[in-house]
């Protein structure tokens, strides 16, 4: 990325070689992002994030179809990210019908419920890959199979799973599907979208012609050349990594479960991404847990990073069947490529002993117990 | 060997140093410069921040009249995280919107409602503050707790008992604010402003380059924005999808006049003078609100001077419960200037407080706060006062 801020800094619309030399290290970027999604270069849209990408898919594809065509209508989960619900509910709010499928609770949903959804008038189904909160992973195959049937549009966040699920455009079957590069280890603030080809998108923003009329605006050429990078170092450690970090999450889930009799394991056990641990220890409070492993050198979550402070409990946990209690008692762990045996060590140290304080100490104990 | 079976053994309890002491940081100069000192003497501390209320609430109350200090304000975080990093100290913020509604928001409307004029901080102080921080503070291993109040704790080796003292700075004395504070709660905390005036807090704050060093000080209710208490009852009740109980009604004289009319009880408070709308030959003051036939009742201002009311919930510092009736000096409303007063014990949380002067604009849902020098004795909510013209004294 660096020579890109300073030596390389052509801009890749410009005709001149350093412009040229930036145009290359783009076009070879979204070669490496094309390789990890099993794409072709040209179905690759370079966007700021996650979000960005998703609010295209959505917007973009719901926008082309003319208000004056009949009702139209978009199916969705329960548990997405912010990014596609409040998309969503955006939707909602300029007419169109959108249907939430819950899911079970193992926060898993049925593709029959998502084909009991549709309807003729359904223009998009958008489901994400792995959860962010309990990294469990949607039967997409099964979900692009009943989209193709109807032939109706499918988008698919795969923000969670980039760089821990391979990841095949095809044999997903979907027509759009979001990535961001900080999730693979590359920087914040850029991410993709993979078009199908012949998929109509309606550009978010109005501009000049990069990124073939589909995202206007000069490329983020660091950060673009970050997110290539970042795509070709998670094609090639995805195996070993999958195997190491799984291996550790387990047994730090093991751990803590024995050690904490109480403490209980979310989402389905045998269909989440290697490296997610989401639990409730309940009665402990997720926000002091939070702080007070922090204070231990252990960085843990409350729900979504996104969320975080929020008044109300995720939607993720309610959706699951989680009480407000628990799930204003409930963290999740993430473990990266750097984890090691010793980091884990400590907090399966330091763990018990803090949810045991917090539980001794709670403002709520008694309350949210007797709550249940 | 798995090695979890000897990390099951190593099993401990993990907390931060036992001394660490977590400051509750506004983001204004005098908590800022309670993290400063405390830093500045070696103390481990942990900043928090309370994230008490959503200000994108009520939109409407936003822009109109001048702006004013806001709650837990983008701003006010901002500060408080730049001076947490000047201090190089660990800061959180922490969510208790959901508490700070129950405790303090929804009971400072039903006081208006009901006819009261309540004070918030104190609610909070009660319930928020030395209550859901203190404890989330000894979860996160930190077992005290220090503000930027002024104000003084002391404890005494005769009586075994924590005691509350007003501020060496008497300007900046907020004992009144803290009569609810328990023994466990006192306990636990530390006022290092109590025994510093103001001058001296600024002058420690620059000479330790606390960056908030010349903010200004705010005055309003921390969750209203600009001030205006009445919109924001109006505003709140109608998110909440209920309206005003009572509305337009009758102001009557003390006699049982009726001399015009008002638009809302909530509006008014005892003691109050403007936005009555009522001609008369001499000065109208609000002298009561009765809340059953929603009448505002005004009269003069001799007619504001009563000496006898109840007080309920009281808590009680130097001593669990008083043997006997006390004498002391008894404050009706911060800023008033403590009166001399007789406090007879009607039960064990409860008194009626006689004046040996009448008091002007004695005020329900205002604390009555007793002292004897400066020690605070106890204090609680002022719950209904007596017509010093009809003595009860006499029997």
Redesign the interface.
């Given at each position: 990325m660096e020579p890109y801020f300073t030596a390389n800094f052509g801009n890749a619309g410009s005709i001149h070689s350093a412009g040229q030399r930036a145009r290359s290290a783009v076009d070879a970027a979204r070669e490496s992002v094309a390789a990890l999604l099993g794409a072709k270069p040209g179905e690759i849209v370079f966007t700021s994030g996650g979000t960005e990408a998703d609010n295209l898919a959505i917007f973009g594809l719901v926008g082309v179809v003319p208000d004056a065509t009949s009702k139209k209508h978009v199916i969705t989960t329960a548990i997405e990210h912010h990014a596609v619900l409040n998309a969503c509910e955006e939707l909602e709010r300029r007419g169109v019908d959108v249907s939430y499928v819950p899911v079970n609770p193992s926060g898993i949903v049925d593709p029959e419920d998502i084909r009991r959804a549709l309807r003729p008038e359904t223009l998009l189904i958008t489901v994400m890959h792995a959860n962010n909160e309990l990294g469990t992973v949607q039967p997409i195959e099964e979900i692009g199979r009943v989209a193709r049937e109807a032939n109706v549009y499918f988008h698919c966040d795969a923000v969670q799973s980039a760089g821990k699920l391979p990841l095949d455009v095809e044999s997903l079957g979907v027509d759009l599907l979001s990535i961001s590069a900080h999730k693979i280890y590359g920087p914040k603030g850029v991410g993709a979208l993979y078009v199908r080809s012949g998929t109509p998108i309606e550009p978010l923003f109005r501009g000049g012609h990069a990124e073939r009329d589909r995202r206007p605006g000069t490329e983020n050429v660091p950060g673009i050349v970050g997110l290539g990078e970042a795509a070709k170092l998670a094609a090639q450690k995805m195996a070993a990594d999958a195997g190491r970090i799984g291996a550790l999450r387990d047994?730090f889930q093991e751990?803590v479960c024995?050690?904490v009799p109480s403490a209980k394991v979310n989402g389905d056990r045998s269909r989440r991404v290697w490296n997610t641990a989401n639990l409730t220890f309940p009665a402990a409070?997720s926000?002091?847990l939070v702080?007070?492993l922090?204070?231990?050198g252990i960085e843990c979550s409350t729900g979504a990073a996104c969320s975080s402070?929020?008044?109300e409990p995720s939607h993720v946990l309610k959706a699951i069947g989680l009480s407000d209690g628990d799930a204003r008692s409930t963290v999740r762990f993430s473990l990266g490529r750097f984890a090691t045996d010793a980091e884990i060590?400590e907090a399966?140290?330091?763990l018990?002993?803090?949810v045991?304080?917090?539980r001794a100490?709670?403002?709520h104990s008694v309350t949210e117990v007797s709550a249940q | 060997m798995s090695p979890i079976t000897e990390l099951e053994r190593s099993r401990e309890a993990v907390a931060p140093p036992a001394n660490a002491v977590a400051v509750a940081m506004s983001g204004g100069v005098d908590s800022s410069t309670v993290a400063a000192i405390l830093h500045d003497r070696g103390r481990a501390i942990v900043g928090l921040t309370m994230q008490l209320w959503n200000q994108r609430r009520l939109p409407q109350l936003q822009g109109d009249g001048p702006k004013q200090h806001r709650c837990c304000s983008i701003d006010d975080v901002y500060d408080a995280r730049r001076v947490a990093e000047h201090l190089r100290i660990p800061y959180y913020v922490i969510n208790f919107e959901r508490e700070f509604e129950q405790s303090v928001v929804r009971p400072f409307v039903d006081d208006y409602l009901q006819g009261r004029t309540p004070i918030p901080c104190t609610l909070c102080n009660n319930h928020v503050k030395f209550d859901q921080l203190l404890a989330t503070a000894r979860q996160i291993g930190a077992e005290r707790i220090a503000t930027g109040h002024y104000a003084r704790i002391r404890h005494n080796a005769a009586t075994g008992r924590y005691e509350l003292l007003r501020a060496v700075d008497e300007s900046k004395d907020q004992s009144y604010f803290l009569f609810g504070l328990k023994q466990e709660q006192l306990a636990r905390t530390d006022f290092p402003l109590g025994e510093l005036t103001k001058q001296e807090v600024r002058e420690i704050a620059r000479r330790l380059a606390v960056p908030v060093a010349e903010k200004p000080e705010s005055q309003e209710i921390c969750f209203v924005p600009t001030g205006n208490y009445v919109k924001f009852i109006e505003g709140y009740l109608e998110e909440q999808g209920s309206s005003l109980p009572q509305g337009e009604g009758e102001i009557v004289s003390t006699s049982g006049a009726i001399v015009g009319r008002h638009t809302g009880l909530h509006q008014f408070t005892v003691g109050q003078r403007r936005g009555l709308g009522i001609a008369a030959g001499q000065p109208m003051y609000v002298v009561a609100l009765d809340r059953v036939k929603n009448h505002l009742v005004v009269g003069e201002d001799r007619e504001l001077r009563r000496s006898i009311c109840q007080v309920r919930d009281i808590n009680w510092i130097p001593y669990a419960v008083p043997d006997c009736v006390l004498e002391a000096a008894v404050r009706i409303r911060n800023r008033h200037e403590p009166a001399m007063a007789e406090i007879a014990p009607t039960g064990a949380t409860t008194a009626q407080v006689t004046f040996y002067e009448p008091q002007r604009a004695i005020t329900p849902g205002q604390a009555a706060v007793f002292y004897s020098g400066d020690r605070v004795l106890g204090g609680g909510w002022i719950a209904s006062i007596e017509d010093s013209q009809t003595p009860s004294q006499s029997s």
């Open positions: 047994r751990a024995r050690l409070g926000e002091a702080i007070a922090d204070l231990q402070g929020a008044v060590d399966i140290r330091v018990p002993g803090v045991e304080r917090l100490l709670s403002p | -």
